[in-house]
């Protein structure tokens, strides 16, 4: 069996079946078997593992956890998992650049150089490097760059990276992500930790840039990050979508990295689509970009108050009448649900105002046995019966009720014969009805939620317009192609925000952007469109608030 298992690792040899006949042949057969014996071990040592993986259970710590896995799914040579490598913040270089090396540098550097070239070299091995915590040393985020992820790998991480409690980070640099690998990822993602909140996933271009699979509405993903996938127009398109569309928006994502990608104008009006109903997302980044004017004034329109679409209108119709919808269900429901607590609270109230007459006129009456009341109390029952059924008038109703606070309230057995009497029949429908409510009432609260659609609007010349995505604090289009064209339309948007933000109604909610980065486009400094826009923005941006702050701080007293 031995010879068999090594026959395709080596060489065929043709007289074979002629040894087995000859005794110097047995001997050969046996020499070659001692010899063959090692090769079957070292197979079965290094490469068969008899231990499945799915029989392990992982004791939360990735570097042993992960190690096992890969040895029991057949690696040899798997990566390591290590810490991530920070610069020391007290390094200084022994000499300047201008000054040259001496002879016993040299020498000693001749020397060193192998183990230079080592050292090197280990940096660009396959690892996952992980950043700890500094007090409790548990695995706070993974970092994996320059080498291929397959999915074996990725079925090992839905593995070892659910005990992980308090992981809040992944990031995957140039690992050659695949749509199917892509889709393990995503899959991974929920068995995670519920701390875990940003993702990155940079240098991995797709062909079919499904990168809006990481913004469903039931994505836990809060911070994301797609530079450098060579993301254009169509992209852009597929995560504009993502971001909100007529009748969904995503309400999970804050900040978006887009930067370094190929989106053009018509890229950027799938952005502003997609911003226009969306009132998550914070920041936002499509620096290093290709998007020009008419990019950059659709940007800026979603920015301040902007005119509806037809198909947008219709929407908060529809909206408008199911709220209405919604109120007017609410009164018979409520109503409903009272007829019983009225109704008991005017026969209270008739009840009260026979007995002051009672008290007034009957003072003997008052003090009749129990036997007379609950015999007038069965009276009362049969006319309540016969009201039901409209045999008799209205005001006979509280004339029974006359002596029950009196004396004989101790049985009371009028009120829960009607609760009685009136659940026997009808009550099986009203509760299919109130059911039917209840969720009707739902569903209008989960649309009024979802939509910023029933945002309070303006009409002006026969068209609606909204007050405009207010959320947005942070935009950055840092070297696009922008020029004092697509400057003015941001500077009105500017403006805009700054006069509501002055008005008395906008004290509460959403202030608009903080801050708008555009430098190092087409146009040429000084620029006045440039310089008021900053002027604005500069006492509302925080970066510049705490540099103050910092300054005044540090500054020596006078």
């Not at 008899?50 to 570097?63: A, R, V």
């Not at 007829?339 to 008991?344: A, E, G, I, L, V």
């Not at 923005?537 to 970066?543: A, F, G, H």
């Amino acid at each position: 069996m031995s010879g068999e298992g090594s026959a395709p690792g080596t060489s065929p040899r043709a007289p074979r079946p002629a040894t087995q006949k000859t005794s110097g042949t047995v001997s050969k057969k046996g020499d070659r078997g001692a010899k063959e014996k090692p090769a079957t071990v070292t197979p079965q040592v290094g490469e068969e593992e008899p231990k499945n993986p799915e029989e392990y259970q992982c004791t939360g710590s990735l570097e042993t956890d992960f190690a096992e896995l890969c040895k029991r799914s057949g690696y040899t040579d798997f990566p390591k998992v290590v810490t991530r490598p920070r610069p020391h913040p007290n390094f200084v270089p022994s000499t300047s650049l201008s000054e040259k090396p001496t002879l016993d540098d040299q020498r000693l550097s001749g020397s060193c150089s192998l183990n230079s070239v080592e050292s090197k070299y280990v940096y660009f091995r396959p690892t996952v490097q992980v950043e700890l915590d500094s007090e409790d040393k548990s695995v706070k985020e993974i970092y994996i760059r320059g080498w291929k992820v397959e999915e074996r790998i990725l079925s090992i991480f839905s593995k070892c990276l659910p005990p992980l409690s308090q992981l809040q980070a992944i990031n995957l640099w140039k690992v050659g992500l695949t749509e199917k690998t892509l889709d393990t990822f995503i899959a991974l993602l929920p068995l995670c930790s519920p701390t875990l909140r940003k993702v990155s996933l940079e240098a991995n271009p797709l062909p079919e840039q499904p990168y809006h699979k990481l913004m469903t509405l039931d994505s836990s993903v809060v911070h994301l990050s797609l530079r450098n996938n060579n993301i254009d127009d169509r992209g852009a398109q597929l995560l504009g979508r993502a971001l909100s569309t007529l009748h969904s928006c995503n309400r999970t994502l804050v900040s978006l990295n887009l930067g370094f990608n190929h989106i053009g104008d018509e890229g950027a009006g799938h952005i502003a689509n997609g911003l226009r109903l969306n009132r998550s997302l914070l920041w936002l980044s499509l620096a290093h970009n290709r998007i020009q004017d008419q990019g950059a004034l659709k940007l800026a329109e979603v920015l301040r108050p902007f005119e509806l679409e037809h198909r947008e209108v219709v929407e908060r119709r529809r909206l408008l009448l199911a709220k209405g919808a919604q109120e007017r269900s609410r009164s018979p429901s409520r109503s409903r649900h009272g007829d019983s607590k009225t109704d008991r609270e005017k026969n209270q109230l008739t009840g009260l105002s026979s007995l002051t007459l009672d008290k007034t006129e009957k003072m003997p009456a008052v003090k009749a046995t129990k036997g007379l009341g609950k015999k007038k109390e069965k009276l009362g029952e049969v006319v309540k019966k016969e009201e039901k059924l409209g045999s008799g008038p209205s005001p006979i109703q509280g004339t029974p009720k006359k002596e029950d606070p009196a004396k004989a309230g101790k049985g009371k057995v009028t009120i829960p014969e009607q609760k009685v009497t009136k659940g026997k029949g009808p009550k099986t429908g009203s509760k299919e009805k109130r059911n039917t409510l209840l969720d009707a009432e739902l569903v209008a609260e989960a649309t009024e939620l979802l939509s910023p659609l029933l945002e309070p609007v303006e009409h002006r010349d026969g068209k609606v317009f909204m007050a405009g995505n207010k959320v947005l604090l942070y935009l950055n289009l840092v070297r696009n192609r922008i020029t004092e064209v697509g400057l003015e339309g941001f500077l009105a948007s500017v403006q805009c925000q700054a006069r509501l933000l002055k008005s008395k109604g906008a004290s509460k909610g959403p202030v608009g952007l903080l801050r708008l980065c555009l430098a190092k486009n087409l146009f040429s400094l000084p620029c006045p469109a440039y310089t008021t826009i900053q002027e604005l923005l500069l006492p509302r941006d925080p970066l510049s608030k705490a540099k103050a702050r910092e300054e005044e701080a540090t500054a020596p007293p006078t």
